[in-house]
């Protein structure tokens, strides 16, 4: 069984910075990639970024690139989506979600990952 809880959510003004973080047990992830996704309201779900857990690496949606960055911490399982200069377009449900094969990467479609958590509400305002 697999955990994922988001946390760090909340309502920002446009120009600030949030960190978003997502805790995971159940299962050792240091094999796997994790990813962001979000939702807008009414919005089809949007992949932002995935970070792959054995070295790191990251990779951004185009529309995040520059301003949002992913981190992880080996220790805690836990992966970080740091959000920066935010705008009102960044509104949305945040969610992350676990790869557990790993089979290639970066995945950007929701479909291929196994698990997800419950997700953050990120509201910027003007």
């Known amino acids: 069984q697999v955990q994922l809880v988001e946390s760090g959510g909340g309502l920002v003004q446009a120009g600030d910075s949030l960190r978003l973080s997502c805790a995971t047990s159940?299962?050792?992830?240091?094999?796997?990639?994790m990813g962001w996704f979000r939702q807008a309201p009414g919005k089809e779900r949007e992949f932002v970024g995935t970070?792959?857990?054995?070295?790191?690496?990251?990779y951004l949606a185009d529309s995040v690139k520059g301003r949002f960055t992913m981190s992880r911490d080996n220790a805690k399982t836990t992966v970080y989506l740091q959000m920066n200069s935010l705008k009102l377009e960044d509104t949305a449900d945040y969610y992350c979600?676990?790869?557990?094969?790993?089979?290639?990467?970066?995945?950007?479609?929701?479909?291929?990952?196994?698990?997800w958590g419950q997700g953050t509400q990120v509201t910027v305002s003007s």
């Open positions: 970070i792959r857990w054995s070295d790191g690496s990251t």
């Open positions: 159940g299962r050792s992830f240091s094999r796997y990639a």
């Open positions: 979600a676990a790869d557990l094969y790993g089979s290639r990467w970066p995945k950007w479609f929701d479909y291929e990952y196994d698990y």
